[in-house]
């Protein structure tokens, strides 16, 4: 133990080391190297009295938070009521999305709808056509779960080369949050499906007048209804008061503002959206029932928005990585473009059908660096390269693109989004 009389001549001996604790354990300055006054003289928030409790009586993220904020881009759609903005994943931590940071895709606005004035119905191949209000459908047993959701055209920009410069716009059409809700099952057995009984069609009550074929089997495995997300009431833009869950599945089956479901014995012949939501492959077939969305992950930080700004050393790699067909197994993580490949620490919940938070710690010579991060899941799906993505669907697709993403590191710690070949 030291004693107290050599602690002033070991404490400058401290000072006068400026240089940065480098390896696993610290990365902090040194005292003296940074600005001291922040500890050694009061501040203004030590010193003044701060807002009371009625000041914000639904809190807000505190305010030097400002960068953590749903971004579109706006060359992407023509009307901001058929439109679509994007999650800041580089902003976010763990594995659930804030309710405030979900990203949104509407195809005629938020619908505003009280709760008690919500209807909804089930009818077509069933014994009992059934009228529930929010009331009635709260008293069916209630089940929590966590599930991502991701627009089938995430990534969607980027199946010709590198386009959009941040994980937000180019992997943001993704959250994930937990759901309290009731099975969509046990509502069909009260109404009682007919043995001819096989497709669904979820309507929403939103002027988009939103319509999925859904085959019977997924509504009668995990399909949910579900009236809440992160624990408070569904907000507004992800389908308040009520909204469809196809657990890992393309978010367009994902119904907000749900108002009825008919049961039928094919497929309906959808509007507009069925041509939209079908991959067109090379030859000019067409990919048709695509639902699950594969197996896929992307490096959150460092990323475009947000470089390595801490100079060498020790360096906290971040993602997140998915599959719509279970959970995530590993993920590998490379940082010079996939000549070696790392198994990355996956940490936090592991739950299928949910993203998992992935880490990669390792020491920045402040060389030029490709990062890229590959997913497998349970199924031992592995997430693909661009270019073998590329040979197997062609070039003309928008969506289900799920290939290895790669940032470029320059030697200053700015990000970009590049391809490799
Ligand atoms: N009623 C209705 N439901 C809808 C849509 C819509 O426009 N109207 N958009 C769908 C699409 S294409 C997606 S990707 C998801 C987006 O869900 P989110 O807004 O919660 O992100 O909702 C789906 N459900
Ligand atoms: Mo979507």
Request: glycine content about 8%.
């Amino acid at each position: 133990m030291m004693k107290k009389d050599n602690f002033q001549q070991a404490r400058r001996r401290w000072l006068k080391r400026s240089v940065a604790i480098g390896g696993a354990a610290a990365s902090a300055s040194a005292l003296g190297a940074t600005s001291e006054s922040l500890i050694t003289e009061v501040q203004d928030w030590n010193r003044y009295l701060g807002d009371g409790v009625d000041a914000n009586p639904y809190g807000m993220p505190s305010k030097f938070e400002g960068e953590a904020i749903r971004r579109d881009v706006a060359w992407l759609t023509a009307d901001a009521k058929s439109s679509v903005n994007f999650t800041p994943l580089h902003k976010l931590e763990g594995i659930i999305t804030p309710n405030g940071l979900c990203f949104e895709r509407h195809h005629g606005g938020i619908a505003q709808i009280a709760p008690q004035d919500h209807r909804f119905m089930i009818n077509g191949l069933v014994d009992t056509p059934l009228v529930f209000t929010m009331e009635d459908l709260k008293r069916f047993p209630r089940h929590n779960q966590v599930y991502f959701l991701e627009c089938a055209a995430n990534s969607g920009m980027e199946w010709r080369g590198a386009q959009l410069n941040g994980c937000q716009f180019t992997h943001g059409m993704v959250h994930n949050v937990m759901y309290t809700g009731v099975m969509l099952k046990d509502i069909l057995a009260e109404a009682g499906v007919k043995t001819n009984g096989k497709w669904l069609l979820p309507e929403g009550a939103d002027p988009s007048h939103m319509t999925r074929s859904i085959p019977i089997e997924k509504a009668m495995d995990d399909c949910l209804v579900v009236f809440a997300m992160n624990g408070e009431a569904l907000r507004p833009e992800q389908g308040y008061p009520l909204r469809l869950v196809v657990p890992g599945w393309e978010g367009n089956m994902w119904v907000k503002w749900l108002r009825r479901i008919e049961v039928g014995d094919q497929p309906w012949h959808h509007r507009e959206e069925t041509s939209k939501y079908t991959d067109l492959l090379a030859d000019g077939r067409a990919r048709r029932f695509t639902w699950t969305m594969d197996v896929k992950s992307v490096i959150t930080n460092p990323s475009p928005q947000a470089p390595i700004n801490h100079g060498r050393g020790r360096t906290v790699l971040s993602g997140l990585a998915w599959s719509g067909h279970g959970r995530v197994e590993r993920v590998d993580v490379s940082i010079d473009g996939g000549r070696n490949w790392h198994t990355a620490r996956i940490d936090g919940p592991s739950l299928s059908k949910s993203v998992h938070r992935f880490y990669y710690e390792f020491d920045w010579d402040g060389r030029e660096l490709f990062l890229q991060s590959r997913a497998i899941d349970e199924k031992r799906h592995i997430q693909p390269t661009k270019q073998a993505l590329r040979a197997a669907r062609g070039e003309n697709s928008i969506y289900h693109n799920n290939a290895i993403q790669t940032w470029y590191i320059n030697t200053d710690g700015s990000a970009e989004n590049v391809e490799i070949s």
